[in-house]
């Protein structure tokens, strides 16, 4: 196997929010991969991760992307824009032209770079007339700036299964440990190495809850994630502001 490191750069897809370990810390799709990529390689493989939840993508291109580069890894992976297409001062021209430039910048030392487009997450989230144009328009951008650069595209917006409410956690907004599960077996089938088949095993939907016990769980999750999130906002604070990266060095995977 041609990857012996491994770099993940993004914000909370790639840091591995919901997907808990016992002690609580976030393990996520980004772990999955490398662990399974360690069992290929030996021990001589190494894995960073720099991601933090809450980053925009200015902010992931400042603070993560020349750490990244300096490692010198054999594969990097770059998830970035997702907060920003929330954000009422979002520019997708600036966006689209700066994301050329950073997978330029990735693949200028000869790693791997893989891309993401995004699920549609906006199926059971309010702004969707909005936010979901924007998805589609980086997702585009994820599209072409792949081919133009020789990187690799794990397409989960074209996976209609993370259309099932229980690939995405409580705040549905991030995924759950199985929807991490999933995008790290379609991670590992586009590198071209096997992954666990429960890995991308879907649990059943879930039975439809009748219309007044919908709209009770819609308002306590307004309530308990809606809430907090526009007030964070309103104050200009971010989920991520005391948060550091999980695995800022490259290092072996420790069992």
Not at 130 to 139: E, K, S
Request: proline share 7%; charged share 25%.
């Amino acid at each position: 196997m041609r990857w012996r490191s491994f770099v993940a750069v993004g914000d909370s897809f790639t840091e591995g929010m919901d997907d808990a370990y016992p002690d609580g810390t976030y393990r996520g799709w980004a772990d999955l991969v490398a662990t399974r990529l360690a069992a290929e390689a030996g021990p001589d493989f190494r894995y960073a991760n720099l991601a933090i939840r809450g980053r925009l993508f200015p902010s992931v291109v400042a603070e993560q992307v020349p750490s990244a580069v300096a490692m010198k890894p054999d594969l990097i992976s770059f998830a970035a824009g997702g907060n920003d297409v929330l954000r009422r001062t979002f520019d997708p021209d600036t966006l689209v032209s700066r994301f050329d430039e950073v997978v330029r910048q990735l693949r200028s030392g000869g790693a791997d770079v893989l891309l993401f487009r995004f699920a549609d997450v906006m199926a059971r989230l309010p702004g969707q007339r909005l936010v979901a144009p924007r998805v589609q328009l980086l997702n585009q951008a994820v599209g072409e700036t792949a081919e133009r650069h020789g990187a690799i595209m794990v397409d989960l917006y074209a996976d209609d299964t993370f259309l099932n409410p229980m690939l995405w956690s409580t705040d549905r907004l991030h995924l759950s440990a199985a929807g991490h599960r999933r995008v790290a077996g379609q991670v590992l089938n586009a590198l071209g190495v096997g992954c666990d088949e429960e890995w991308l095993m879907v649990p059943p939907h879930p039975a439809p809850s009748p219309w007044l016990a919908a709209r009770a769980a819609d308002l306590r999750w307004a309530g308990r994630h809606l809430a907090p999130w526009i007030k964070r906002r309103l104050t200009g604070r971010s989920s991520g502001d005391t948060v550091t990266a999980k695995r800022p060095l490259l290092g072996p995977i420790v069992d």
